[in-house]
């Protein structure tokens, strides 16, 4: 699903935020992308969405290499990735159906299937009854919730989420990663780039580690 190929990328100033990692991600598998802040996570998670690009290497995802398409296939590239952020980036003046049916807005589904897929989108993280809300009256947690939704709505193969429970207590962040793990029951790939090691302790998966940049060898769980 996705295959980084001695994947470099040095920023305009000069700064090096990887150096030479190759990894795979099958279909279907769940990993955890850890290291200290300033590892070069979200860069690594940027060049899968082709939000930035590498300096050196290929970066493939369903065998096609992102790294150098053109600026006017980036889109659809997005719609197969879900993209899942710490502070969420819900729009506060929209409701929370408004917000999880943005993706199938932009890509001009009709009324009906729109209204069909928020509901099952909504439904898939228990949040079917908060539709009309707007994301300000939500906890923390359910604002996450509906930051799922809406990576989930148009039913990605791939969910990317960085730091998603950044800012949630370690019970909701186990919820948030039981929706993860339910979607990836059913055949998503998941990377989730955490430096949060209680939940990677409490819950085993395969743990890519950056260091500096650079992939530590993984150890086997
Ligand atoms: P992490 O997600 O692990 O905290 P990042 O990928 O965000 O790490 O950042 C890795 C390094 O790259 C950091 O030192 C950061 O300052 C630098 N960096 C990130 N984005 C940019 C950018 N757009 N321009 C220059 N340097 C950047
Ligand atoms: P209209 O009457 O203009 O067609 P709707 O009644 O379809 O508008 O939708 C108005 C708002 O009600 C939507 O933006 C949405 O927030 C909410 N809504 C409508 N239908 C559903 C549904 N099936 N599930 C969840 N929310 C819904």
Do not use: C, W
């Amino acid at each position: 699903m996705i295959r980084f190929e001695q994947v470099s990328k040095v920023y305009s100033g000069g700064f090096q935020a990887l150096q030479k990692v190759s990894f795979n991600l099958g279909k279907g598998e769940m990993a955890y992308l850890t290291g200290h802040s300033g590892a070069g996570k979200s860069t690594l998670l940027k060049l899968i969405s082709v939000m930035e690009r590498p300096t050196d290497g290929q970066v493939f995802f369903n065998g096609q290499d992102v790294s150098r398409i053109r600026r006017g296939h980036i889109p659809y590239v997005r719609r197969r990735i879900g993209m899942i952020f710490q502070d969420h980036h819900l729009i506060n003046g929209r409701t929370v159906f408004d917000n999880v049916a943005l993706p199938l807005v932009i890509e001009g589904y009709n009324h009906n299937d729109i209204r069909r897929r928020v509901s099952a989108a909504l439904d898939k993280v228990g949040l079917l009854g908060k539709d009309r809300y707007f994301p300000l009256m939500l906890s923390g947690g359910e604002q996450q919730r509906v930051g799922i939704a809406r990576a989930i709505v148009n039913k990605p193969s791939l969910l990317l989420a960085d730091e998603p429970t950044g800012n949630l207590d370690p019970a909701l962040s186990m919820e948030i990663l039981r929706l993860f793990e339910a979607f990836n029951s059913v055949g998503v790939s998941v990377l989730i780039a955490t430096h949060d090691t209680g939940l990677i302790n409490a819950q085993r998966h395969r743990t890519l580690t950056l260091s500096a940049g650079r992939l530590v060898a993984e150890a086997e769980l």
